[in-house]
């Protein structure tokens, strides 16, 4: 099983709808965030988390919300999709101890989301 | 605000040859870097990372990190098809990760 699952891995949904896509992770990492990806623009951060109480904005937080409902969970909501939030969503996790403190990022598979 | 470079290529190489990437970055008080390969459509996954000036080897990869000219750039020698994908540049900012936009790196049989 991978270490950060992302769900769903893939979603067409409409203008207008609301959207969860979770992450869970079993690192035992505190630190949690959601980047957004699309085709030529790298990864944006979009939301981050330091732990359950500790939720920050990243470059391109409008249009979104996150919910940490665990210290190995956390959630990206859309809660009114339009078109240009197509794109493939990634969670990522990092530690603060070891290695793990450098600020390596491990990656969910991704949930890939088409708004119509 | 924190910037990340990269030439977006597509970075074309014969088999065998050396490829190399770079990355720029406007944040001087960046500790760490790190370089992500992607294939399309998967996450990306570690290849290295670097904290200190000068080169760190790992196989055919070699990172290397100028911080006064804010440069950090990859080298892969003997390069292989497989390692056509998208190369990732990220900069620490003691917070989060920001990513360049990528390097398509086409290594040709």
């Known amino acids: 099983d991978a270490d950060v699952t992302q769900t769903p891995r893939n979603r067409i949904t409409k203008t207008g709808k609301r959207i969860m896509l979770e992450c869970s992770q079993t690192k035992g990492h505190d630190r949690m965030y959601w980047y957004r990806q699309d085709p030529g623009l790298g990864l944006r951060l979009i939301y981050y988390s330091f732990d359950v109480k500790d939720i920050n904005k990243g470059e391109i937080s409008d249009g979104y919300s996150v919910s940490r409902q665990a210290q190995a969970k956390f959630s990206l909501s859309l809660e009114s999709a339009i078109p240009n939030q197509t794109a493939l969503y990634f969670c990522a996790t990092a530690g603060t101890s070891g290695r793990a403190s450098t600020g390596e990022l491990f990656f969910g598979e991704g949930s890939r989301l088409t708004v119509l | 605000q924190k910037e990340v470079e990269q030439n977006s290529g597509p970075l074309s190489v014969p088999e065998g040859a050396i490829a190399s990437l770079n990355c720029t970055y406007s944040?001087?008080?960046?500790?760490?870097f790190f370089w992500y390969r992607q294939y399309s459509g998967k996450s990306p996954e570690l290849i290295m990372f670097?904290?200190?000036?000068g080169d760190k080897e790992d196989g055919r990869f070699t990172a290397q990190l100028n911080k006064a000219s804010q440069y950090v750039s990859l080298l892969i020698r003997d390069s292989q098809p497989s390692d056509s994908a998208t190369y990732l540049c990220?900069?620490?900012?003691?917070?989060?990760?920001?990513f360049g936009k990528g390097t398509t790196l086409s290594v040709s049989s």
């Open positions: 944040d001087r008080g960046s500790q760490s």
């Open positions: 670097i904290y200190s000036n």
């Open positions: 990220a900069v620490n900012t003691g917070t989060a990760l920001i």
